[in-house]
C-alpha cells in the first residue's frame, strides 16, 4: 500500500472522519508507514510509549494480563482502528500488547510530532481527547460483555465486540474474526466444549461459519437481534 493510500484510509475512519479536512491534513501530514509482518509484536507491555497508530489493512490482536489466565486476547482490531493513543499522550509505558494476526500495514505517528502539533495548535489537544474517549466505547463493551451471567447470551455479545459493534454502529456483515475456539473461551470465561456447542448452534442458523483459527460471521444484524431479544 502506498502511502496516500493508507492516508485516505485514516481520513475515511470513524474518528477521524469526524473532523474537517485541515485537522486531517496536521495529523496524517505527520505519520509514517509501517509494515508489520503476521504474528510479529508491534509493542509489549511496559515497552516506553512511542507512536500513536492507525491500522490500514490487515488485522491486529490486543492482549491484556489477567490475575487467573495470564495473557488474554482482550481485542481484536481490523482496518480504520487507532490506538495507543493513552500512552503515547501520557509519556508513560505501554499497559496492553498488540500483535499482528495478519499481514499489518499501520500508520504510525510519532509522540515527538504530537508534541509539535499541540505546541502550535493547542485546540488539538481536544482532539486526540476525543480518540481516547472514542476507543473507552469499546474497552466498556468488553467488559459488559463479561457481567452477562447466560453464558450463550455472552458469548454472542463477545462475538459481536470482537467484530467491531459500537453502542451505535454494526459493522456490516460478513466478517471474520481471527480468533480459535480456545481463544474465544478464555475470552468469554467459559469452557471450550460450551463454545464449541454454541457456535454450531449458529452455524446451523446461518449466522456463523467455524473456519481454521477464525469464526465467520455471516449475518451480524441476526446476531445483534439474538442479543437484544435474550436481553
Given at each position: ?7 485516505e484510509?485514516?481520513?475515511a475512519s470513524r ?7 485541515r ?15 503476521r ?5 509489549d507491555?511496559?515497552?516506553a ?7 490500514v ?7 491484556i494480563p ?14 480504520g ?6 500512552a503515547?499522550?501520557?509519556r ?14 499501520l500508520?504510525a505517528l510519532?509522540?515527538s ?9 493547542p ?7 476525543n ?8 474497552y ?14 455472552r ?7 470482537f467484530?467491531?459493534?459500537?453502542l ?27 463454545v464449541y ?8 442458523r ?19 437481534a ?6
Amino acid at each position: 500500500m502506498q502511502l496516500q493510500n493508507a492516508t485516505e484510509v485514516a481520513r475515511a475512519s470513524r474518528w477521524l472522519s469526524q473532523f474537517d479536512r485541515r485537522t486531517q491534513d496536521l495529523i496524517c501530514g505527520r505519520m509514517r508507514l509501517v509494515s508489520l509482518p503476521r504474528n510479529r509484536m508491534l509493542f509489549d507491555m511496559e515497552d516506553a510509549a512511542t507512536d500513536i497508530y492507525c491500522l490500514v489493512s490487515g488485522c491486529a490482536v490486543m492482549t491484556i494480563p489477567h490475575p487467573v489466565q495470564g495473557v488474554v486476547n482482550a481485542h481484536v482490531m481490523f482496518a480504520g482502528r487507532w490506538f495507543g493513543e493513552p500512552a503515547a499522550l501520557g509519556r508513560r509505558p505501554r499497559i496492553i500488547s498488540v500483535f499482528a494476526r495478519r499481514n499489518c500495514e499501520l500508520l504510525a505517528l510519532p509522540q515527538s510530532k504530537v508534541a509539535e502539533l499541540l505546541k502550535a495548535e493547542p485546540a488539538l489537544d481536544w482532539v486526540f481527547f476525543n480518540l481516547m474517549a472514542w476507543n473507552v466505547e469499546e474497552y466498556l463493551l468488553h467488559a459488559v460483555d463479561l457481567l452477562i451471567v447466560d453464558p450463550r447470551l455472552r458469548l454472542y455479545s463477545r462475538l459481536l465486540t470482537f467484530a467491531g459493534r459500537l453502542l451505535n454502529h454494526l459493522p456490516e456483515s460478513p466478517v471474520a474474526i481471527p480468533v480459535t475456539q480456545e481463544e474465544l473461551a478464555v475470552a468469554s470465561n467459559m469452557s471450550r466444549s460450551t463454545v464449541y456447542h454454541f457456535l454450531t448452534e449458529l452455524a446451523e442458523r446461518g449466522i456463523c461459519e467455524i473456519g481454521y483459527r477464525e469464526i465467520r460471521i455471516l449475518d451480524v444484524g441476526r446476531l445483534d437481534a439474538l442479543v437484544r431479544e435474550n436481553r
